[in-house]
């Protein structure tokens, strides 16, 4: 009997403080080498192992028996140093994307540990080279979105193209969420426009109200990078979420294009909900670059009606 309640207490304890647990990631398919395959599954389960033992003991990440490469410990690092997550999944069983620089894994579940309840949930995509060696790890978007953009035919016929703006949107997301103004000073180009948009309310001279408009107010690169910096100093925690995303083409440039997304950004004591544009140039595939961001609220009047936004297409800027 008093063994039973030693296990039982035992069992409580663990269940209460989410010990954690060895977390196995499986390649399912889209990799034929087996020896690459292995090693990107031995790096992928000790990684979320890892970060697991770093959570419950209240430390950083050890990369000492970590088969990843620097670039990939620097992603992980500043995102653990403002966002610890976990990964409860004893099991996760995902499919292998080919890219043009190696492989890629998406769709890992993760949890981060100090968000509040309804941000707690988000997904990891790692990738890696074509020796399985791990290059980079970012928060994905949705599945949903990702594919609806993969598989449409929205003026991007070429796949690789389409992953890689896919891709470059994530690390530009997660450089958010890990307070990089490092990436964020390459990404964007020197000349980059910074449009944000504001809610005017409006009346007349005779003091009849107006319904409201958005009014924007333009910044340049490093107008908006000082009041960035100031705003990660400031916040302990940011975390930007993307959601309905759309992807067109410049009609000028083939190596241009305009993605919008729906923005949530989270922080300390802060939280707005509006819509993104970015414009991106990606002639040199390697390092993209940003011309335009434009953000604009998703705000409403006084009686619930949305406030019209403004418009903003690639064809609006000449290339």
């Known amino acids: 009997m008093r063994k039973t309640i030693l296990l039982m207490t035992a069992m409580l304890a663990c269940l209460a403080t989410n010990a954690s647990v060895p977390v196995s990631i499986v390649i ?72 043009g620089t190696g492989y890629q894994v998406r769709n890992i579940p993760l949890e981060l540990v100090d968000a509040d309840e309804d941000d707690k949930y988000h997904e990891a995509v790692l990738n890696f080279d074509r020796r399985g060696n791990m290059t980079s790890f970012h928060l994905a978007i949705s599945n949903n979105l990702y594919m609806n953009v993969i598989k449409s035919n929205l003026q991007l016929t070429d796949l690789r193209r389409r992953q890689l703006i896919l891709d470059w949107t994530e690390q530009f997301r997660t450089a958010y969420n890990q307070k990089d103004l490092s990436f964020l000073e390459a990404v964007f180009s020197d000349d980059a426009l910074i449009l944000t948009g504001r809610v005017m309310e409006r009346k007349t001279r005779d003091g009849v109200e107006l319904p409201p408009e958005i009014v924007i107010i333009e910044k340049n690169k490093r107008e908006y990078l000082k009041s960035l910096k100031r705003v990660f100093q400031s916040n302990r925690h940011i975390r930007v979420t993307f959601d309905d995303i759309e992807v067109l083409m410049h009609s000028t440039s083939e190596d241009v294009y305009g993605v919008t997304l729906r923005q949530g950004w989270t922080a300390d004591n802060y939280h707005d909900d509006g819509y993104l544009f970015l414009l991106w140039d990606f002639k040199d595939e390697a390092r993209p670059q940003i011309h ?16 019209k936004r403004v418009e903003i297409s690639p064809d609006d800027f000449d290339i």
């Open 28 to 99: 399912s398919d889209g990799i034929s080498d087996g020896l690459v395959k292995a090693k990107m599954e031995q790096a992928m389960s000790a990684l979320f192992t890892e970060a697991g033992a770093a959570n419950d003991a209240n430390r950083n990440l050890n990369y000492a028996s970590l088969p990843i490469g620097e670039s990939a410990k620097d992603d992980l690092s500043m995102l653990w140093e403002n966002s610890k997550f976990v990964c409860w999944e004893e099991k996760v069983v995902q499919h292998c994307l080919t890219t």
């Open 292 to 307: 335009v961001r434009a953000w604009q609220p998703n705000a409403f009047d006084k009686n619930g009606n949305p406030v």
